[in-house]
C-alpha cells in the first residue's frame, strides 16, 4: 500500500463506496491528496505522505487515553489510567483521584478525563432516549405564511398563530426548515440549509409591531421585505427605553463573548458586505486587533444585532410557550442543517474548526449523475473530537432550547460526510465518530426531554439505522420512497414527502421531473422514461392504500406503525410545485411559494380539518 493510501486509511478517507446506483467507485489518488489537505495534512507526494503518516502514527502510539469515551449515566468509566487523574465535571466541579483510585460514576453531561497532559472526553448518556407516544403534526414554509393580499416574509408571529391553530385540532408538533441565521447583507441568500451560524437565529423573521401590509403576488420578494423589516427593527431599536437596555445587557452577559463575536460580525457585515472573505484584510480574522478596535468604534451596531437575537429568542419562546399552554406533545419542530456556509459567521468565528477547500456534498444519483456540492463546509472530525463534541452539542442545545421536535438533516453525516474538493476532483466519504456523535444527541435532547429525528434517506450507512433505533432516535420514512406504509417500523418520522420533493398533487404526474427535463438537468428520453416509471409508482401507491386521493394517503399514514407522522401544508391544500428543486438556484423559485391562506386561517381550511379528522380518528 501506498504511503499516501496508508495516510488516506489512517484519516478516515474511506478507500470507496457504492453509490446508489449500484456502482462502485474508488477514492481516486487526486480525491485523497485533497481530502488530506483539507484536514491539514501534506500529501503532495509520497515523501509528502510518508512523513505525514509517520507524524500521525507517533502522535497517536503516544497517547495512553482513547480520543473519547461513551458510557452509560450514572455509571463509571470502564477506563483503567496510569497515573493521577482529573476529572472537570460539565457543570463546573472537579474530582481527582490517584492511579489506583477507581473513576467515578458520571452523571449526564461531556466531562474532560485529564491524565498528565493528556486529555480525553467523557461522553455521559442515556443508553437510549424514551420514544414518543404516537401522535401527528404539520411542516409549514415559515416564509410563505402570509397570503398575498398582505405580502410580505412570515414572521414568528405568524408561526405562532399557525402552530396555536393546528394545536386546536390535535397536532402535536408544527414543524419549519432551518431557522438559522443567514445573511440579512444579502437578502438573495434565502437557502435555509445554507446558513450563516447554526447557534443564532434568523432575524429576517422577526415580528415588527405595527409592520405595514405590502400586497404581492403568490411568490415571496425577499429583497424589499428583509429591506423593510430591517429598517422597521433598527427604528425600534432607536426607541428602547432603560429598562429594555438593561434587559438586553443581561442577555448578552448570559450568552457571553460567543454571542459578542456573532454581533461583531453582523455589523461587519452591514460595512463591507455579507462574506467575510470579501472583507478587507485585517477583519478577516476574528482575533484581529483592528476586528477589536471596529468593536468598540461601533458599539451601537453591534448592540443592535445583539438585540435582534434576543428578539428572535424572546419570539420563539413566546411559541414554546403557546405550544405547551396548549398541550401539545412536542411544540415546535425545528430543523439542523447540515452544514454551514464557508463565508459565514461560524466559519469566521472559529475556523480552526472546519476543512478548507471542500464542500459538504452527495455522490452521483439519478437526477445528479455528476454528483452534489452542497457549499458547506465540513467540521473537522479531529479538532472536533478534541473539543469533546462541544461544538455539536452547543448548535443542539441552541435549538433544543426551543424545540420539542428536532430533525438533524442528512444524519448519515454521523456515520460519514462525503467530502467533494474545489477544483474538480471527484468526491470522496470521510468517516465521523458515529457512536460519539449519537452519544451527544442522546445527551442534548434527554436535557429537555425532546425527541431527535434523523433525516436517514439517500444511500444509508449499513447498520445506521440499527443505532438510530436503540439510542432512541427516530429515523424518516417517506411514502414516495417506502411505499409499504403499513410495515413501517415502529421508531419512524413518517410523512408522504418533504420540501425537496413534489407535493402530491404534483408527484404522480411528475411535475419534479418536468423542470428537470426544462431545465437541462436530464434528456428527454431519460425524462419520458422516469415519467412513465413514476406513473407505475403512483398506481402502485394507490393500490396499497386503497384509493388514489390525498385521503387515502393520510388514513394510510394515520394507520402506520410509525410513532409521528408528519403531515405537509402543501399536500393538504393541493399544491403542485414544490418548495425547493434540488441542483437549482435561481432557475427555480426555491424558497418562495406563499402557501395560499394567511396563517391565522390555514388550520380553518377543510382539507386541514379533513387531514385533522383522519388522524385524530385512528387514535394519533
Known amino acids: 500500500m501506498s504511503s499516501l493510501a496508508a495516510l488516506a486509511r489512517a484519516s478516515g478517507i474511506l478507500p470507496g463506496y457504492r453509490d446508489l446506483t449500484g456502482t462502485e467507485r474508488s477514492t481516486a489518488p487526486e480525491t485523497a491528496q485533497a481530502l488530506l489537505a483539507a484536514m491539514g495534512l501534506a500529501a503532495a507526494t509520497e515523501a509528502e505522505a510518508a512523513s505525514s503518516l509517520d507524524a500521525l502514527e507517533a502522535a497517536r502510539a503516544a497517547r495512553h487515553l482513547p480520543d473519547w469515551l461513551v458510557l452509560d449515566e450514572g455509571r463509571a468509566p470502564a477506563l483503567a489510567v496510569p497515573a493521577a487523574w482529573r476529572i472537570e465535571l460539565e457543570t463546573g466541579g472537579v474530582i481527582e483521584g490517584r492511579a489506583e ?23 455521559s448518556a442515556p443508553p437510549a432516549l424514551a420514544l414518543p407516544r404516537r401522535g401527528w403534526g404539520v411542516v409549514l414554509p415559515l416564509y410563505g405564511l402570509r397570503d398575498a393580499g398582505r405580502g410580505g416574509l412570515g414572521d414568528y408571529a405568524d408561526l405562532r398563530q399557525a402552530l396555536e391553530g393546528f394545536a386546536g385540532r390535535g397536532a402535536g408538533f408544527v414543524g419549519v426548515n432551518p431557522i438559522h441565521a443567514g445573511f440579512p447583507a444579502d437578502p438573495h441568500a434565502i437557502s435555509p440549509y445554507s446558513p450563516s451560524h447554526r447557534r443564532r437565529f434568523n432575524v429576517a423573521h422577526l415580528a415588527v409591531p405595527g409592520e405595514a401590509a405590502s400586497p404581492g403576488g403568490e411568490l415571496v420578494d425577499y429583497p424589499p421585505a428583509i429591506a423593510a423589516r430591517l429598517a422597521a427593527l433598527k427604528a425600534a431599536f432607536a426607541g428602547l427605553d432603560a429598562a429594555a437596555l438593561s434587559e438586553l445587557a443581561a442577555f448578552r452577559a448570559a450568552r457571553g463573548p460567543e454571542l459578542e463575536l456573532f454581533a461583531i460580525h453582523q455589523a461587519l457585515s452591514d460595512r463591507f458586505g455579507p462574506y467575510w472573505p470579501d472583507w478587507p484584510a485585517e477583519y478577516r480574522t ?58 459565514g459567521a461560524e466559519t469566521w468565528a472559529d475556523p480552526e474548526l472546519f476543512a478548507q477547500g471542500v464542500s459538504l456534498g452527495a455522490p452521483p444519483d439519478a437526477f445528479a449523475p455528476q454528483g452534489q456540492s452542497w457549499g458547506l463546509a465540513p467540521m473537522l472530525p479531529g479538532v472536533l473530537a478534541a473539543r469533546g463534541f462541544r461544538p455539536l452539542a452547543e448548535t443542539l442545545r441552541a435549538q433544543l432550547r426551543f424545540a420539542g421536535l428536532l430533525r438533524i438533516d442528512h ?65 424518516c420514512r417517506l411514502a414516495m420512497f417506502d411505499p409499504e406504509i403499513a410495515s413501517w417500523p415502529e421508531p419512524v418520522l413518517g410523512s408522504f414527502g418533504s420540501h425537496d420533493l413534489p407535493p402530491f398533487a404534483a408527484w404522480g404526474v411528475g411535475r419534479d421531473i418536468d423542470w428537470h427535463r426544462r431545465l ?81 386561517d390555514l388550520a380553518d381550511c377543510e382539507p386541514v380539518r379533513r387531514a385533522a379528522r383522519i388522524m385524530v380518528s385512528a387514535g394519533r
Open 411 to 475: 444524519i448519515l453525516g454521523f456515520e460519514r460526510t462525503f467530502w467533494v474538493p474545489e477544483g474538480g476532483a471527484p468526491g470522496g466519504y470521510v468517516q465521523m465518530p458515529r457512536a460519539a456523535l449519537l452519544s451527544v444527541a442522546r445527551i442534548e435532547a434527554a436535557r429537555e426531554g425532546a425527541v431527535i429525528v434523523g433525516e436517514d434517506l439517500g444511500n444509508v450507512p449499513e447498520g445506521l439505522r440499527d443505532d438510530l433505533a436503540a439510542s432512541g432516535l427516530l429515523g
Open 286 to 343: 476574528c482575533a484581529a486587533p483592528a476586528v477589536a478596535d471596529f468593536a468598540a468604534a461601533n458599539g451601537g451596531a453591534v448592540a443592535f444585532h445583539a438585540w435582534l437575537q434576543f428578539l428572535a429568542e424572546t419570539q420563539l419562546g413566546a411559541i414554546r410557550e403557546a405550544g405547551a399552554a396548549a398541550g401539545m406533545a412536542q411544540g415546535l419542530y425545528l430543523d439542523l442543517a447540515v452544514g454551514t456556509h464557508p463565508a
Open 520 to 600: 437541462g438537468h436530464i434528456p428527454p428520453e431519460r425524462a419520458e422514461a422516469l415519467a412513465a416509471e413514476r406513473a407505475g409508482q403512483a398506481q402502485a401507491l394507490g393500490v396499497r392504500i386503497g384509493g388514489v386521493g390525498i385521503d387515502a394517503l393520510h388514513a394510510a399514514l394515520a394507520a402506520s406503525p410509525a410513532r409521528l407522522i408528519a403531515l405537509q401544508t402543501e399536500d393538504m391544500l393541493g399544491a403542485t410545485e414544490q418548495a425547493n428543486l434540488p441542483g437549482t438556484v435561481d432557475s427555480h423559485p426555491n424558497w418562495r411559494r406563499r402557501i395560499g391562506p394567511a396563517a391565522a
Open 101 to 123: 483510585d477507581p473513576l467515578p460514576a458520571l452523571p449526564l453531561g461531556i466531562h474532560r478525563l485529564s491524565v498528565g497532559a493528556e486529555e480525553t472526553a467523557l461522553l
